[in-house]
């Protein structure tokens, strides 16, 4: 109710102060709006830190802030609204009062695909810093948590002071590049966590915990090919585990406790079969593990017989979830240039025809008018793909294109309706975005098409 929603800020409020409670609003709006400008964040934030500093104070009249927040839910629907468009928000704004307002609060754009920030040169940054400090820390403020909008909001905040108190003591100092080198190897930590959580909520929004259980699963598969089934797949469900537990938490530590713990984890049942494990877990400095351990690229391809498929009676058993899991991450082992998008599609795609067979009146037969067209579409895709991530992770991207266009130019047993030069644009985009072991997956999910087998319109970049 609105009692429960005023106290909520007011209580942060009055313990923040001002500033900080200013602060906290420009990182939360820039990571909920993280495709509005800078002004429009601006607009948004001034409202929402009036309405606080006005009905918060002692002594406001009880009904100021349900007629403040009123008074900018109307301003929101507005066709000259100056906050942060949003697709959504017309639904809302059908809505009166209280829902209205809620509805408008939970929007929220989808992450951008890579992070637009950069961070400039101490000298550039300590220039900006003299010249204007509020408007340099407001600035970096919005870009910092709209690049890193998934994670978690204790993080981003932590990782943003950080910075700017390096900024504020390091321009002044009669050293600064000393101070600077020293200020950055202390954040270093905090560095990778804001890296590698924004990448782990990323995939924890865009595909739940089934199915990013699922991803971190595939990942394992393809790095470490000679671990088995039983193995990952606990490692696969505990980093799903980190992801619900901490990319909404408040707590300030939850993330990097949950993720250092999970790291150890890893490490501690990996190191002795795989070199490449045992390298990236010597370090003392558990993050920087965890992130050597996702920045290792795939394992070259071993010898393994074609992968025993699972029957249809598995397939439609209590546990069929858990035998097309096991049959996909067969898959990811054999194939470990196979890039995320596929494979996730690959995961849907396998719910949907359990689903569909399963509760068919003759699921046997449902099965078995499927098979024959998956079996004979399914590989020789799955092949095509694993070969061009594989020529991209193994030569440099000049040389890439060059083979690609060369393979292009070769007659197909399909001859593409595309001409050569935009068959060549879109497959080397495709390697170039999606290939990466950080590939954004709303980005390569939108590159990779649909359909329940997969195969033949599945991914027009390959």
């Given at each position: 109710?609105?009692?429960y929603v ?9 313990i ?21 400008t ?12 009036s ?7 002692d ?14 839910s ?13 697709p ?44 204007e400090?509020?408007?340099f820390?407001?600035r970096?403020?919005?870009e ?13 905040l ?20 000393a101070?600077?080198?020293?200020e950055k ?9 804001t ?13 739940g915990k089934?199915?990013a ?14 671990a ?9 469900e ?16 939850c993330?990097?406790?949950k ?30 593990n965890?992130f ?6 795939p ?6 017989p ?8 598995e397939?439609?058993?209590?546990e ?15 194939h470990?240039?196979l ?33 024959q067209?998956?079996a004979?579409?399914l590989f ?10 594989g020529m ?18 070769q007659?197909q ?44 319109g599945?991914?027009?970049?390959l």
């Amino acid at each position: 109710g609105k009692a429960y929603v005023r106290e909520k800020v007011c209580q942060e409020y009055k313990i923040l102060g001002k500033e900080n409670f200013r602060t906290l609003t420009i990182i939360d709006t820039s990571r909920k709006y993280s495709n509005g400008t800078f002004q429009e964040i601006g607009h948004l934030v001034r409202e929402i830190v009036s309405l606080a500093e006005t009905c918060c104070a002692d002594g406001a009249d009880p009904s100021c802030y349900d007629v403040g927040s009123t008074a900018l839910s109307e301003k929101s629907c507005g066709a000259d609204s100056p906050f942060p468009a949003h697709p959504g928000a017309a639904r809302c704004c059908g809505q009166q009062g209280l829902e209205r307002k809620l509805c408008l609060a939970a929007l929220r754009h989808p992450p951008q695909p890579l992070p637009r920030f950069l961070q400039p040169s101490d000298r550039e940054l300590c220039h900006a810093f003299r010249l204007e400090p509020r408007e340099f820390a407001d600035r970096f403020l919005y870009e910092y948590a709209s690049s890193y909008s998934q994670a978690p909001l204790p993080v981003l905040l932590a990782s943003t002071t950080t910075f700017l108190s390096m900024v504020s003591t390091c321009c002044i100092s009669p050293i600064p590049t000393a101070c600077f080198l020293k200020e950055k190897l202390e954040r270093k930590t905090l560095s990778l966590l804001t890296l590698t959580s924004n990448r782990i909520c990323s995939r924890f929004s865009a595909y739940g915990k089934d199915k990013a259980s699922f991803s971190s699963l595939a990942s394992l598969a393809q790095k470490i090919p000679t671990a088995s089934f039983k193995e990952l797949l606990p490692l696969a469900e505990d980093a799903a585990e980190v992801a619900s537990q901490c990319c909404d938490s408040m707590a300030e530590d939850c993330m990097q406790k949950k993720l250092l713990e999970h790291t150890a984890r890893v490490c501690s049942a990996l190191s002795a079969q795989d070199r490449r494990f045992a390298a990236c877990c010597q370090g003392k400095n558990l993050m920087e593990n965890h992130f050597c351990i996702l920045a290792m690229p795939p394992a070259p391809a071993t010898r393994l017989p074609q992968p025993p498929e699972p029957t249809n009676k598995e397939l439609c058993a209590k546990e069929g979830a858990l035998h097309a899991t096991r049959f996909l991450f067969e898959l990811a082992r054999r194939h470990p240039s196979l890039p995320e998008a596929v494979l996730a599609k690959l995961y849907d795609s396998s719910g949907k025809l359990r689903g569909e067979c399963c509760s068919s009146k003759d699921p046997s037969a449902c099965w078995d008018s499927k098979h024959q067209r998956i079996a004979a579409e399914l590989f020789p895709f799955l092949a095509k793909a694993d070969q061009l991530c594989g020529m991209y992770h193994k030569l440099p991207f000049l040389e890439f294109k060059k083979r690609l266009r060369d393979s292009l130019a070769q007659p197909q047993p399909e001859p593409s309706p595309a001409p050569l030069e935009q068959l060549l644009e879109q497959r080397a985009s495709f390697a170039s975005s999606c290939c990466l072991p950080d590939a954004p997956p709303l980005l390569c999910a939108s590159k990779v098409g649909p359909g329940p087998s997969c195969p033949r319109g599945a991914a027009p970049a390959l």
